[in-house]
């Protein structure tokens, strides 16, 4: 044991080691300097970004008494809310599906589970819009949580999947044989094995919601301007510290999420789950 | 453990969970994209509406060297980011992987954190940094510049004069191919470094002792054993970073200015300025058949070697 | 033995196109420790799925007590499980655990408490109930997985290979505890196994499968004396296969010319013809080494290999041109090393009905 600790430590001081790290250390600034830029921006006291005219906090509160933004954090939510919960349940309820059973037609179905994770948002949002128009469904909301839950409901059932992988099906027929039906089984040992699996799949989807741009943008109607299309018109009208001041909430937002994310995952035990 | 249904309730408990999805999916996904299919064959009407018929004009229309040339800068923008995020990537990942478990979680929460932020945001910080105004032409024509005049004052030399001309101008960053790489790169690092780490951590470190044992060198036991073992990791994340890239829309639009244009934004004035949607539909489809093309090749690739 | 617990009756169960159970009947009496065992594969694991009811039979009928199960599912079955990963709920505690199946049941809650406890008592695992499966080795794992079933008294215990994950030392234990425990509550066991040894120390009675069929349903001395054919023959302790052709029978004897220069001497309990391709199955410890020809069947032979393995020693022996045989005798003495070296001519005995002619 003892020579492998000192060739262990040799390698780590060779210069293969050192780029090495000196490349991790270069990628984690290449990540976060540009959100440092950001954060310490707005809470600079200048209107333009050129220079530092000392910490303020106005652009929190002036963007904190934005009406327009205030409605479009209600309809994100709404969005969010009510289309991870369609799609938390149907992509479960799928996934469930795939992972037990064999059936006709099950490789074309599992084609077409994965279709709308991979294909570019901006073909997704040129079809479903085109589909809503000769539809003749009237885009704002309604629409937005439609094309939200079609392609959430394929990350629901990856991530589920992943965790359903690891699923002991021995457990279910212990069940069954201890006099539990079906739905006993499945509520007293199957909910709360994969639960981790589908608060994962539930994050991610609401995330996905939240950070939608493209897609919201193309089904989205009068009225309905979620968070997303704010920035993007914020932004499309020019730099103001009130985007700086909104983009490091969101951060802190984001990060709470990740820390969230993380917590369930410790709580099931599984690894980390990548889509 | 799959297995086919065994009785007639399990049958419609199968029926029963697909249902939802297999709706959702067939009439908002499946459906919509054999729309668009068709539309790519029909006509733009009068007033903007769609003329159905069954021509190819549309995707005759793509081979106009305008399209031909804005199609073949998103291949180039596309293949040149994920060529950089693997590069990049891939020994960030090995980086991770490598240290002791107890600092591996502490830097995956920190990759995780930019990934689980707004995209928007994302880009939108880069174009803090890259405007004309922005920070870096900032600290060019402000800081730097001043460095160098004080620099001249005090020790003459003749490389200043050159030095003081080109920072007394900002840089041209915005607006360039190069910055929409650098922001498409930001985006999706994450995305191919996630799955390379999960490879790489999942790797056997005593078949890289067996390879030393058997007289490999360092570069020979990567090439032979730890790439090849860590190759689903490899072509996962390029699939990963090369589909949204190719399909990008916010990053050209906000990075790459008026000049540089992907597909994305043609598709999006398409639809949204010039209304004419058939032309849109087409470019799409394109746009999808290329990149399914791409990423089966790719996986076929990825799973030979 | 009076009533049935089990019975299959032309049991079949296909997946796909891979026949798994083959055309199975067997009937398992009251109170019987009766052993399914076979190589992987052998379709012994699918045959305790059918009567725990995780399959159905493709044909045929499977009976529990004097019930006829169809389609019946798991959970209304008067049978409980044994897992072989023990398949311990892991969000639950061990108590939970144990009272799982009461709880189903709805019996009224002190009445679980107390029977858990008792289950508890009986595996030797009081006062573990607050804990998790995670916090428990695999051998009280093994025993919590007991517990749990057999606190449903059930009409049948099943149990998958139930010893498979523990070591050497502990499996040997469990056999013997599993053995006195059933003995005392008095619960049918069908237990599937692929340790020969395992079933033969256990069972009252051992079905011996391979290719989805049943091949031979006996006692372990049946088993193992009287094998039906050469599969169990093989499988069940070792075994020298000699072929040859008859030359001589007679009720009760027959001669066997196996090469030209060698003719042994067998028994036959069924009529053999002359000229009759048959194999002969004689175990290495049934033969006897001597010096002297002891009589006039004994076949010479030359020792080619010595091998001492700590109970006994095992000789290989030349017979005839290219026949080789194993035979094993007991280290009685200590220290006295081998009765014969290799090279040693000599003179191999069997009992006649210790050569046995098997069709298959």
């Given amino acids: 044991m003892k020579t492998i600790g000192v060739r262990r430590e040799r390698r780590k001081t060779s210069w293969v080691g050192r780029l090495l790290t000196v490349h991790g250390i270069a990628g984690y600034l290449f990540l976060y300097l540009p959100i440092v830029v950001l954060v310490v921006f707005s809470f600079n006291a200048s209107r333009y970004a050129s220079a530092w005219r000392g910490f303020t906090l106005d652009w929190y509160v002036s963007m904190l008494q934005d009406q327009a933004l205030a409605s479009a954090v209600k309809n994100t939510l709404i969005v969010a809310g009510s289309s991870t919960l369609i799609s938390t349940v149907f992509g479960t309820m799928v996934a469930l599906a795939m992972e037990r059973y064999r059936f006709r037609g099950k490789l074309a179905f599992d084609a077409l589970l994965y279709l709308p994770i991979i294909i570019p948002d901006i073909a997704m949002a040129v079809m479903l819009l085109l589909f809503f128009i000769l539809a003749r469904l009237r885009l704002g909301l309604v629409t937005i949580i439609i094309s939200h839950v079609a392609f959430n409901i394929s990350f629901v059932a990856v991530v589920v999947r992943a965790r359903l992988a690891y699923f002991d099906m021995s457990l279910e027929e212990a069940a069954q044989d201890l006099y539990a039906d079906e739905w006993q089984t499945f509520w007293r040992v199957t909910l709360p094995l994969i639960m981790p699996g589908i608060l994962g799949g539930a994050l991610m989807a609401f995330t996905l919601s939240i950070d939608d741009f493209v897609i919201t943008f193309f089904t989205s109607g009068p009225g309905s301007t979620t968070l997303p299309l704010r920035i993007y018109s914020l932004v499309k009208l020019g730099v103001t510290p009130e985007i700086n001041a909104l983009s490091s909430l969101m951060l802190l937002i984001s990060m709470a999420l990740v820390m969230l994310s993380l917590l369930l995952q410790k709580g099931g035990g599984g690894g980390i789950e990548i889509v | 453990m799959e297995i086919q249904p065994r009785s007639r309730r399990e049958t419609r408990r199968l029926i029963f969970l697909i249902a939802p999805s297999l709706f959702w999916l067939l009439v908002f996904f499946l459906f919509p994209l054999v729309l668009v299919l068709a539309i790519s064959f029909g006509q733009r009407g009068t007033y903007g509406g769609v003329e159905w018929s069954l021509s190819l004009q549309n995707y005759r229309r793509f081979f106009d060297p305008l399209y031909l040339r804005i199609f073949g800068r998103t291949l180039l923008i596309a293949l040149t980011t994920t060529v950089i995020c693997l590069v990049t990537g891939y020994p960030l990942a090995y980086f991770i992987a490598t240290r002791p478990p107890r600092w591996r979680n502490g830097l995956l929460l920190l990759l995780m954190i930019p990934f689980w932020t707004n995209f928007l945001i994302r880009t939108y910080a880069w174009l803090l940094l890259l405007r004309d105004q922005g920070l870096i032409n900032m600290l060019w024509t402000g800081g730097l510049h001043n460095a160098l005049l004080w620099l001249s004052n005090t020790v003459p030399l003749p490389v200043w004069g050159r030095l003081l001309e080109a920072t007394s101008t900002s840089l041209s960053l915005f607006g360039t191919n190069g910055a929409i790489i650098v922001g498409l790169v930001y985006g999706w690092l994450p995305d191919m470094v996630l799955p390379c780490y999960a490879a790489i951590e999942r790797l056997d470190h005593s078949l890289v002792e067996a390879a030393q044992d058997l007289y490999a060198n360092r570069v020979q036991s990567f090439l032979r054993v730890i790439l090849p073992l860590t190759m689903s990791g490899v072509v996962a994340g390029s699939v990963l970073v090369f589909i949204p890239s190719l399909g990008a829309y916010v990053t050209p639009d906000l990075l790459g200015g008026a000049k540089s244009v992907m597909m994305g934004n043609v598709i999006y004035s398409q639809f949204m300025s010039a209304r004419d949607y058939p032309f849109g539909a087409a470019i799409s489809f394109v746009l999808m058949t290329v990149m399914l093309v791409g990423t089966l090749i790719y996986f076929r690739l990825g799973t030979e070697s | ?360």
């Fill in chain 3, 1 to 360: 033995m009076s009533e049935q617990a089990v019975q299959l009756n032309r049991v079949s169960k296909k997946f796909g196109s891979v026949v798994a159970v083959n055309d199975v009947s067997l009937s398992i009496a009251d109170g019987e420790f009766f052993s399914l065992l076979g190589p992987s594969g052998c379709g012994k694991t699918t045959t305790l799925r059918l009567i725990a009811g995780f399959e159905l039979p493709t044909r045929g009928e499977v009976y529990i007590g004097q019930d006829l199960q169809g389609e019946t599912p798991p959970y209304r079955r008067p049978v409980n499980t044994v897992f072989q990963n023990y398949a311990l709920f892991p969000h639950m505690t061990i108590s939970r655990n144990v009272g799982f199946g009461l709880e189903m049941r709805k019996l009224p809650r002190d009445e679980i408490q107390r029977r858990v406890s008792e289950a508890l008592d009986m595996v030797q695992l009081p006062g573990m109930g607050e804990r998790k499966p995670s916090q428990l080795s695999g051998g009280q794992q093994q025993r919590v997985a007991l517990a749990r079933a057999l606190v449903n008294q059930p009409k049948v215990l099943l149990l998958d290979e139930p010893l498979g994950a523990l070591d050497l030392k502990l499996r040997k234990a469990m056999q013997l505890e599993l053995k006195a425990l059933q003995h005392r509550i008095g619960i049918t066991f069908v237990y599937v196994t692929h340790d020969q040894e395992e079933a033969l120390t256990m069972s009252d009675r051992i079905a011996v499968m391979n290719g989805g069929r049943v091949l031979q349903i006996g006692t372990p001395e049946e088993i193992y004396e009287r094998p039906a054919n050469r599969f169990v023959a093989d499988f069940i302790g070792e075994t020298n296969f000699l072929e040859g052709q008859v030359t001589a029978g007679r009720p009760g004897e027959a001669t066997v010319q196996v090469e030209d220069s060698l003719t042994i001497p067998v028994s036959a309990d069924k009529a053999v013809g002359k000229r009759d391709v048959v194999t002969v199955a004689i175990r290495p410890e049934k033969i006897s080494l001597h010096a002297e020809p002891p009589d006039d069947r004994a076949v010479a032979g030359v020792i080619e290999e010595v091998i001492y393995t700590g109970t006994d020693t095992r000789y290989l022996v030349r017979i005839g041109e290219q026949t080789i045989v194993t035979v094993r005798q007991q280290n009685v003495g200590v220290g006295e090393g081998a009765s014969f070296l290799k090279g040693a001519s000599i003179y191999l005995h069997w009992r006649l009905q210790s050569a046995r002619l098997l069709t298959a």
